[in-house]
């Protein structure tokens, strides 16, 4: 019987329909990003705001003050008399009630100096000039609540980490094409109720479940896509994320063009429901059939694929096999127990963790440097565009490993250089930052290749999970790192990025070099490679990437 490759060769490894299928499950992508970084918009910082006087709102009304006049008694005295208060976090400790006169709102303060105005704490009574534009205005995250911008951006990528593990082993079990169309409906559902979410407790419930469904329409059109190919075809796991980087392009366009928070969340979430329609365009993953013992259904859409790409499946085939099977019960320690897979394993969790901290702390620090945020964010996304192309050019010409280490290197050292330079040339201190930006996609990208190609077929796919999950901690970390350290000094952030990056770079120059070699099929393959330069195992003409994800 021939196996699934030799099928696949026959019927076309990327003809008219997986380029098809490539193309429409891409868009993933782009929604995918858009919800990824969604914060830097959704969480913008209200450019005023100040805390209101219990009964201000209620003397006003009987004054006739506009809202400017109010917060001019409010938060005027503030400046002239405690010049350390802005009248944001604090307000003066009093309440106005009816006995208060329109002309003398302050008259009774009685001995009180304009220099010792008794203050209080604010806890609730925030007024915004643009009450709805932002996360932070709708749920009063300012002052001592600053914390909770973080907590929602931590509580997405916890969905990440949570759908990786539940949808990927569902993923494995129901079907591919199953589990992506109900993370697209649960995205797209659990989307439209974060933005009209009626506290912030229900808010984070479901912006957890979309991250979990968000989760789960990446990894599974990702996986769909590099199963359907042929071996030789592998790049498309480098060139689906050119989606996603147009994803960070387009979501700054999106959140100049809709004012507030809510129109931006249904913006990115209600594009999920049109992926529905792919129920009767994207067939099952016929190398996931042949898993679950599902030959007939296999050979039917390979007959299809042949079909759509102007090739005929010859009639002798009646049967396909599947040369990898993966082993029932894999485990962490299968993944420690020899010194060439623990060194891998412990090198790439770690470079999952700094790749995504470092990736998604730039992604945010954005919106907290000032400038044109819009432009900035376009920009800081456009440059990611070049990193799949240096990628597909220097891999498979100079190996993995060097660029891989250099591009971890430079993003330190560019980061570094950026936290030092001064404000007044902004121009040099952008094109420093985005070089960084830049080399850290590049790092980010490649780390997904190299995982897979260091593990061999029988621990593959579970270790790409488990390496892969470090990624999700560190996005979990990225918010609160960066902006409780901005808040101390803003390049405090860069300078912690520097030394991950850095570190990273050096570590993954003791990973075996995997340019030119076969794909390991046990653990003893694992051992044999070699981390020298020159010593990179046998090499083969055709790799067995059945496994590959």
């Known amino acids: 019987m021939p196996s699934f490759d030799e099928v696949l060769k026959e019927a076309g490894e990327f003809g008219r329909f997986q380029k098809r299928v490539f193309f429409l499950l891409s868009q993933t992508g782009i929604t995918f990003s858009s919800l990824f970084a969604s914060v830097v918009f959704l969480g913008r910082a209200p450019e005023n705001f100040w805390c209101r006087i219990p009964g201000a709102a209620e003397l006003s009304k ?3 003050w506009t809202l400017e006049e109010e917060r ?38 009685g001995n009180h100096s304009m220099g010792h105005l008794p203050l209080t704490t604010c ?42 593990f539940i949808l990927g082993y569902a993923a494995d079990r129901y079907g591919r ?28 419930i479901f912006r957890f479940l979309q991250g979990v469904f968000g989760k789960g329409t990446w990894m599974t059109c ?50 999920n429901f049109i992926f529905l329609l792919y129920y009767w365009v994207v067939p099952e993953s016929p190398r996931w059939l042949l898993t679950r013992k599902k030959g007939e259904k296999a050979l039917k859409i ?38 060439q897979m623990r060194r891998c394993t412990l090198i790439l969790m770690y470079a999952w963790f700094a790749s995504a901290l470092i990736y998604q702390g730039l992604v945010m620090r954005l919106g907290i440097v000032g400038g044109n945020l819009y432009l900035d964010f376009f920009i800081s996304g456009a440059v990611e565009l070049p990193a799949a192309f240096l990628i597909i050019v220097t891999i498979d010409r100079v190996g993995r490993r060097l ?43 490649v780390v997904y290749l190299v995982n897979s190609e260091l593990y061999p077929t029988t621990l593959r796919n579970f270790g790409v999970s488990l390496c892969s999950s470090l990624c999700d901690l560190g996005g979990i970390i990225a918010p609160f790192l960066l902006f409780r350290l901005a808040a ?18 050096l570590l993954v120059l003791l990973l075996p070099e995997t340019k030119g070699i076969s794909l390991p099929e046990t653990v003893e393959d694992v051992e044999q490679l070699s981390s020298h330069f020159g010593k990179c195992g046998k090499k083969k003409k055709h790799r067995d990437t059945s496994s590959y994800i």
């Open 62 to 64: 009987r004054c006739g």
């Open 72 to 109: 001019n008694f409010t938060v005027l005295p503030l400046h002239l008399g405690n010049k350390s208060s802005s009248g944001e976090c604090e307000r003066l400790d009093v309440e106005w009630d009816d006995s208060v006169s329109c002309a003398s709102s302050l008259a009774h303060y």
């Open 123 to 164: 806890h609730d009574n925030w007024v915004y000039d643009q009450p709805h534009s932002s996360l932070i205005s709708e749920y009063n995250l300012v002052c001592g609540n600053a914390w909770m911008l973080d907590l929602s951006q931590a509580i997405l990528n916890l969905g990440f980490l949570t759908g990786a």
């Open 177 to 204: 094409i199953l589990i992506y169309l109900l993370s697209c409906l649960g995205v797209g559902i659990c989307g439209i109720i974060v933005a009209f979410a009626p506290n912030f407790t229900v808010f984070l």
């Open 222 to 271: 990702y996986v769909i896509v590099t199963e359907i190919v042929g071996s030789d075809q592998r790049i498309v796991g480098i060139v689906i994320q050119i989606f996603f980087t147009l994803g960070i392009m387009i979501l700054p366009g999106i959140a100049y063009l809709i004012p507030t928070w809510q129109g931006i969340q249904l913006a990115i979430s209600l594009p």
């Open 302 to 339: 390979m007959r299809n694929i042949a079909k759509h790409n102007g090739k005929f499946l010859s009639p002798h085939y009646s049967e396909i096999t599947v040369s990898n099977e993966e082993v029932s019960n894999p485990s962490f320690l299968d993944l420690v127990r020899t010194p």
């Open 403 to 445: 660029p891989f280490a250099i591009s971890n290197i430079v993003a330190g050292i560019a980061c570094l250089i950026t936290a030092f330079l001064p404000e007044d040339i902004p121009w040099l201190k952008t094109t420093v930052a985005t070089l960084g930006r830049l080399s850290i996609t590049i790092a980010f990208e």
């Open 488 to 505: 101390i000094w803003l390049e405090l952030p860069l300078i912690i990025f520097s030394i991950l990056a850095v570190v990273c770079g």
